[in-house]
């Protein structure tokens, strides 16, 4: 399943390897039919990352991307955070785009157990959506967390974008 979404359905792939594209989140939604992914290109490896992008695709096309343009998707527009507690590891990726707050969480109970959704709020008519993944997330936090920048609205600060994940209660 994993080669199979890494390889991308026909039409609009979430993240195009053959281009040097690397998948740092990827799920299918719920229901099925649709695929979010943050993608990126690693010009360093296991270290430096550009042209980070969120996308929302289905099977045909791109329904949703941001920046608009790949080669915008510098990691200044992404913000990465983690931390863990007792419901799991949290991993949390926001971004505004045309006045709309996006945030992606991922929480893992464990290797196995996990979830995912993103969530959107429109503003300033404040209403909330909610897209969720119908399967355990594929993610790479490490490599999120090197790609984009520490969110500075996260609570725990700096602390929450370090290697090691600061506890919440």
Not at 18 to 46: N, Q
Not at 134 to 157: I, W
Request: hydrophobic share 35%; aromatic share 10%; charged share 25%.
């Amino acid at each position: 399943m994993i080669l199979a979404l890494l390889a991308g359905p026909v039409g609009a792939v979430p993240c195009d390897i053959e281009a040097g594209e690397v998948a740092l989140f990827m799920c299918e939604t719920d229901p099925p039919g649709h695929f979010i992914s943050i993608c990126a290109v690693e010009v360093k490896p296991g270290e430096a990352w550009s042209e980070v992008q969120y996308r929302l695709s289905s099977k045909d096309e791109f329904e949703f991307v941001y920046p608009e343009e790949f080669s915008e998707g510098v990691a200044e527009k992404l913000f990465f955070s983690h931390d863990k507690g007792p419901e799991g590891y949290k991993v949390s990726v926001r971004f505004v785009a045309d006045g709309t707050r996006y945030r992606l969480t991922s929480i893992a109970r464990s290797e196995t157990d996990g979830h995912a959704e993103i969530m959107v709020e429109n503003t300033p008519r404040p209403s909330m959506t909610k897209i969720s993944c119908g399967e355990r997330p594929t993610q790479f936090p490490d490599y999120l967390r090197r790609a984009l920048t520490c969110d500075p609205e996260n609570p725990f600060g700096a602390a929450g974008c370090a290697e090691t994940p600061p506890m919440r209660k």
